[in-house]
């Protein structure tokens, strides 16, 4: 199993996003919009056994909502892609990325939240603004990856939400 702790747009950030993608002239491949998402730490090819683990260790995360902005459209030459990101990343997003992070064992990144729009881009597209596309992470998931096909297929396994800021921490 490839697995991965995500954020997942609700509706209207998937609409956002895919009409800022819609305005780019885009070579490559598109990322289909069902498959939009913010990596929070991405667990990898591990056994059937260790799903039980990485669910508990959701379970146990207690962190606040937050609102980040994707407000920036980039090239990234090295994976060949173009991303939607967020030039900055609120201290409820770290904190979030900080904690799955540790928890699974991996090692401190530097944390670059971002959609990706297309893959296998080999020339940059001509920069535009992007107008910031306001996401309210309310949840995160626990997602397996399915990459033997055509194009990714992300399955979600679990969700579990974020405190309310009224609530007790």
């Known amino acids: 199993m490839r697995l991965f702790f995500a954020l997942w747009p609700d509706c209207d950030v998937t609409r956002q996003i895919t ?3 819609h ?20 667990v990898g090819e591990v056994p059937a056994t260790k799903l039980a683990v990485l669910q ?45 992070n ?19 881009v ?6 535009q603004a ?3 596309v306001v996401w309210r992470a309310t949840n995160f998931s626990l997602i397996c990856s399915d990459t033997g096909g055509v194009e990714s297929a992300y399955t979600v396994l679990d969700t579990w939400s974020l405190l309310d800021k009224t609530e007790n921490h």
């Not at 146990?60 to 609102?67: E, G, N």
């Not at 080999?122 to 920069?127: E, F, N, S």
């Open 122 to 127: 080999t020339q940059a597209p001509v920069p």
């Open 56 to 100: 508990q260790i959701g379970r146990s995360v207690r962190a606040p909502q937050f609102t980040f902005e994707c407000d920036s459209i980039e090239f990234w030459r090295e994976p060949q892609v173009v991303v939607a990101a967020a030039r900055t990343a609120p201290p409820g997003l770290v904190a979030l990325w900080t904690t799955l």
């Open 102 to 120: 540790e928890a699974i064992g991996l090692p401190r990144e530097r944390l670059r939240a971002h959609v990706t729009l297309a893959r296998k």
């Open 130 to 132: 992007m107008s910031p």
């Open 19 to 21: 009409d800022t993608a």
């Open 23 to 42: 305005q780019l002239n885009l070579e490559g491949r598109r990322v289909d919009p069902k498959n939009y998402h913010v990596t929070l730490a991405f």
